[in-house]
């Protein structure tokens, strides 16, 4: 898939109904002032202006809850970002939303303003986490607003939030489960940061909330991943965009942040599944040789090497050699007592 020029478009707390405790777009985003017609056509002339290909280009509204903002400003909105998918100078409209913000008329309007993918930012299909992240509403209607979406012919994209006030590993492993059956298109991880001028800041200084920390939260992700792989959905996003709010010295108080979170989630993932095919295969020498494609031999080797020295110690061999070839996003090839292409969704435990 060809990458996409992506238009970031962030409209912070604009129709949010309420404030989750988690929350505060502004500190998130670096935003604080309202989003008008020409500020969304500056924003788009200005992102095409540093793209070099026109062809695979995607405005995304992110933040707050697009669909829950009055009709005619949606409208507006939407208006000027058809127009330039009219012009041929963009290809996609991705908007998120809240799950109690979808009915049929608000679809009837994104699909006549040309939107291809709509986010429903779910974070936990867990009753008591919901309650207690003050989401404002049920899981019912996010089963509701999922079928609703795709009965349009919308691609639907699901978030999902770890580490929330209530939650733990099985209660997030259920909402990734229940994910699977919607079918979605694509989706995205967050671990919970606690921000600056949040409820759950509020609660943490009060001893109310214990957040997720860094180490405990990445097998805890890889677990999440694991699910999704193996079904074949793509998790665009594992963890915040650094931005100068979200970043260490910035607005982070407590939580599982790191710039190249992703990359700590999946070296540990393929670390995980590469210790227990060895052991499970005895496919060992003393000097083992694996091949995989760019990315996924920077994941094996880990961060300074962390993995590669781990994985040499654990198996008790005398040398690991990694070597580049063009393999697909799963596949690993071993040169051991035997050579053997694996794909390392089969050995994660």
């Given at each position: 898939m060809a990458k996409r020029n992506i238009i970031p478009i962030f409209i912070p707390h604009y129709g949010c109904p309420?404030?989750?405790?988690?929350?505060?777009?502004?500190?998130?985003t670096g935003i604080s002032t309202d989003i008008s017609n020409s500020d969304v056509e500056d924003t788009i002339l200005e992102y095409l202006s540093y793209f070099k290909r026109k062809d695979n280009v995607?405005?995304?509204?992110?933040?707050?809850?697009?669909?829950?903002?009055?009709?005619?400003?949606?409208?507006?909105f939407l208006k000027i970002a058809h127009s330039y998918k009219e012009k041929g100078l963009v290809k996609y409209i991705r908007l998120s939303t809240r799950p109690d913000a979808i009915d049929e008329e608000i679809l009837d309007n994104l699909k006549k303003y040309g939107v291809d993918i709509i986010e429903l930012g779910v974070q936990s299909l867990d009753p008591g986490v919901l309650r207690l992240s003050n989401r404002g509403h049920d899981s019912s209607c996010v089963y509701?607003?999922?079928?609703?979406?795709?009965?349009?012919?919308?691609?639907?994209g699901l978030q999902q939030m770890v580490g929330l006030p209530g939650d733990d590993l099985e209660k997030s492993l259920y909402t990734a489960?229940?994910?699977?059956?919607?079918?979605?298109y694509c989706v995205r991880i967050y671990p919970t940061l606690v921000i600056k001028e949040t409820a759950l800041c509020k609660n943490l200084e009060r001893g109310s909330y214990q957040a997720l920390e860094?180490?405990?939260s990445i097998g805890y992700v890889a677990d999440l991943l694991n699910i999704y792989y193996r079904h074949n959905i793509n998790v665009i996003r594992v963890g915040l965009q650094p931005t100068d709010n979200i970043n260490y010295g910035?607005?982070?108080?407590?939580?599982?942040?790191?710039?190249?979170?992703r990359q700590l989630v999946e070296s540990y993932y393929f670390k995980k599944a590469l210790i227990y095919y060895f052991r499970s295969s005895n496919n060992i020498e003393d000097e083992v040789t694996i091949l995989a494609n760019g990315k996924n031999i920077s994941n094996i080797s880990g961060q300074?090497?962390?993995?590669?020295?781990e994985i040499i110690k654990?198996?008790?061999?005398?040398k690991l050699n990694l070597r580049q070839e063009d393999l697909t996003n799963f596949e690993v090839k071993i040169l051991s007592k035997k050579d053997e292409v694996i794909d390392v969704r089969d050995y994660y435990r």
């Open positions: 309420n404030d989750c405790v988690f929350c505060n777009q502004r500190k998130i995607e405005v995304a509204f992110y933040g707050g809850s697009f669909t829950a903002i009055p009709l005619e400003e949606q409208v507006g509701e607003a999922a079928s609703l979406i795709k009965s349009y012919g919308f691609k639907l489960r229940k994910f699977v059956k919607l079918e979605p860094l180490e405990d910035g607005d982070i108080v407590a939580g599982a942040f790191h710039p190249a979170y300074g090497s962390k993995n590669k020295k654990k198996l008790g061999i005398k």
